[in-house]
């Protein structure tokens, strides 16, 4: 007999799903006293599954990341019990400090925040010497790569 843990799991579209329609991610790094600092971001999906996010260079949750690179991210849907779906998604953090990186993901992520999303390819090597706009220099590029998911849907019981 499957267990109940098992018999709400999203498959793995489903949580791909889930990623690629959701606005917000809670990001849980790990202050210096060892408690947990929770924020939200907005986000972008990549096609290699990794999650990506800019943030200002000196917050505390890149001065958290750069010294452990351990990272759990939260996204959920639903307001009735049997319509919360979500995942919960342990991870590990990369922090990029290159301006036209971090000027692609900031446009990706306004994209999708305008519902405007067709391709979410990450391109970190364009060579365009279009300008920047100023906050691709003072925010970084967080990229998480997923190591563990644990995901479940209500209305599936």
Known sequence: MPSRRNAIALSTQEI??????????QVASINP???????PMWFILGDDDSISFTTYGRSQKIKNLERDSRVTLLAEAGHEYNEIIGVSIDGTAEVIREPKQTANIMKLIGLKHSDQMTNR?????????????????KRVVVKITPKRYRSWDHGKV
């Open 121 to 137: 390819t990450i391109d970190s090597n364009s060579d365009s010497d279009e300008e920047l706009p100023p906050a691709a220099y």
């Open 16 to 25: 791909r799903t889930l990623m690629e329609t959701e606005r917000v991610v």
């Open 33 to 39: 006293d060892g408690t947990p600092h929770l924020a």
